[in-house]
């Protein structure tokens, strides 16, 4: 299941699409995005912890949250 805070009817890319299942909540990724643009959210996913979110933009395709993440499946980049 994929979270953001804020969506359009648009969809602007590049940007993270976040598996929130898939998140153990490590901020790694929030620490590492050099735009800000990431933050834990404020409910629990399946296995009871706050997952990482895209705040709905920012996001410039760096990939660093990705390459930051231990989960393997949780962040992927989406671009044009
Ligand atoms: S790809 Fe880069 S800018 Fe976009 S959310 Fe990840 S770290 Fe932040
Ligand atoms: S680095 Fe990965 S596991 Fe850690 S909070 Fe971000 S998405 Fe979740």
Redesign the pocket.
């Known amino acids: 299941m994929s979270e953001e805070i804020a969506s359009g009817s648009e969809v602007k890319l590049p940007r993270p699409q ?1 598996d929130a299942d898939e ?8 620490q590492a995005c050099p735009k800000q643009c990431l933050v834990i959210a404020d409910h629990l996913n399946r296995r009871g912890v706050k ?2 979110q895209y705040k709905g933009e920012g996001c410039i395709g760096c990939a660093i ?1 990705f390459y ?4 393997p499946y ?2 992927k980049i989406l671009k044009p």
């Open positions: 976040i998140c153990k909540s490590c901020e790694r990724c929030v997952p990482a949250c930051n993440c231990p989960e949780a962040i």
